[in-house]
């Protein structure tokens, strides 16, 4: 592009038509591969922005520099329409449940079966052995029966849904005892005050931030009580002088007093985690065993599953909860029960360390993840340019998904500097890259933590960097 040798609007009718655009060889070419109806699209994409462009003030030299300029406009525009919107992303971030990067991955077993289902159809709610009407939970319910030890279980879209249908069922017009420490936010716009008023439910908040008695809960009892709520404190953790009640006693107090006892668990833990030195996540049977009525968590966080929300408790309470005539509008469809059941499948079996990649991927010792990253730094440095520079650095990941806060899992980074390029630019490279990779900043370094990349996802990063 060159400064102006016609005035632009008079130039605009230089762009030839879109029909003769079509005709041109470069455009045919693609039309050959990628169909009519993608290529026609591109090239009024970039007529359109060639039009702006002139528009904006860029003028060509000559009707060849202007046309060389379209096709330019029109090659983006061909990538842009090809690639989904949609896509695969790389997460080298070493957040295990990234909410932003769609949570837990799933199982190569839970993939199969989706891709079994996906395409026909299935006995999603047709009863094989009666040849009749069935229902939808029937699938995972028996299986979380096994595994949580509750009497019936029901499944939504996801936690803040089931959350909110419980609050619903049991307690609208009626106030719900709640402690003043457990009132959280959860990645900014489920608010436990917030679901309480469009549940129709009244908040009574006992204690205080952090500390609550049982008998702060016994004082704010009345007849006008829905509920007793308890929520997993998530992704804040209050340390030192703190308090709540032991959940045997809360559940006692609620019996005592002929009331439910609701507990939103967050996370959806179904294995001790200690073992691998994850502290603090309570497990759904423990709380069923301790006599809660009703669990309510989700299916893609520690679960390691689709998005789900799952409800677990007495059978009473889970069939008034799906009589709620909200059920029908949070029902998940077959390709989330599918995951679902396959992902429970995988617990009942006992297979679930080995397979369901959050669980793996929490397992991964210091050890194994430095090993991975110093094999991967040697190809790096053999695959780069030499202005690349990499180092391994000691660090944490984390687990996300407003699990385990404590949790900080021991790892080795791979820290990345470039003497001609800032951070931030070999940040968005790497972003830019097909399939994109996402990385961390961490004190002033850009790192990747290779926990949470599957090694077959290695060659694209060291493809990536080897293209900066
Ligand atoms: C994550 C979380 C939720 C929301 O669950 P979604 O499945 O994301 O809807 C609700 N409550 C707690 C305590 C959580 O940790």
Redesign the pocket.
């Known amino acids: 592009m060159k400064a102006g040798l016609v005035h632009t609007p008079a130039r605009l009718r230089e762009i030839p038509s879109v029909h003769a655009l079509m005709r041109r060889e470069s455009v045919n070419a693609e039309a050959a591969l990628s169909g009519r109806a993608l290529t026609l699209h591109a090239v009024r994409g970039a007529a359109d922005l060639l039009r702006a462009s002139m528009l904006s003030g860029a003028t060509y030299a000559s009707r060849e520099e202007m046309l060389l300029d379209f096709d330019r406009q029109f090659q983006n525009c061909v990538q842009r329409l090809r690639l989904a919107s949609l896509r695969s992303v790389i997460n080298a971030t070493g957040v295990i449940l990234h909410?932003n990067l769609g949570r837990a991955p799933l199982a190569e077993e839970t993939i199969a079966a989706l891709s079994a289902i996906a395409g026909g159809y299935s006995n999603l709610e047709y009863d094989l052995k009666a040849g009749a009407r069935g229902y939808r939970d029937s699938h995972c319910e028996p299986l979380l029966e096994d595994l949580t030890g509750c009497e019936a279980a029901a499944v939504v879209n996801?936690?803040?849904?089931?959350?909110l249908l419980v609050l619903n069922t049991l307690a609208q017009g009626m106030e719900v005892v709640i402690s003043r420490g457990e009132l959280?936010e959860?990645?900014g716009s489920?608010r436990i005050p917030e679901i309480m008023v469009k549940a129709g439910a009244q908040l009574v908040e006992v204690g205080t931030t952090n500390r609550t008695r049982l008998s702060d809960y016994e004082g704010a009892i009345s007849d006008r009580t829905g509920l007793v709520l308890r929520?997993?404190q998530?992704?804040f953790k209050m340390i030192g002088f703190s308090e709540r009640p032991d959940l045997h006693d809360l559940v006692a107090l609620a019996q005592r007093r002929g009331l439910p006892l609701f507990e939103?668990?967050?996370?959806g833990c179904l294995v001790d985690l200690l073992p691998w030195h994850v502290p603090g996540e309570p497990r759904i049977q423990q709380s069923i065993a301790a006599g809660v009525d009703l669990c309510?968590f989700?299916?893609?966080?520690l679960l390691g599953g689709p998005?789900?929300?799952i409800i677990t408790g007495s059978r009473e309470l889970v069939d008034q909860v799906r009589r709620n005539p909200w059920m029908r509008a949070v029902r998940p469809d077959k390709l989330t029960l599918t995951a679902l059941e396959s992902t429970l499948r995988l617990y009942r079996d006992e297979l679930a360390p080995g397979r369901l990649p959050v669980l793996r991927m929490i397992g991964f010792t210091e050890q194994n993840i430095r090993r991975r990253a110093q094999s991967f730094v040697r190809k790096a440095r053999r695959s780069s340019a030499d202005r690349l520079n990499l180092k391994i650095v000691s660090g944490h990941s984390t687990i996300g998904?407003?699990?385990a806060p404590e949790a900080r899992l021991p790892t080795a980074l791979v820290a990345i500097t470039h003497p001609a390029l800032s951070l931030a630019d070999l940040e968005q490279r790497l972003r830019h890259h097909d399939p994109p990779v996402i990385t961390r900043m961490e004190n002033d370094q850009l790192v990747l933590d290779l926990r949470t990349v599957q090694p077959s996802e290695e060659p694209v990063i060291l493809q990536a960097l080897a293209q900066i």
């Open positions: 909410t996801n936690n803040a849904a089931a959350v959280v959860i990645g489920f929520v997993h998530s992704n939103d668990l967050g996370s309510a989700s299916g893609d966080k998005q789900a929300g998904g407003g699990c």
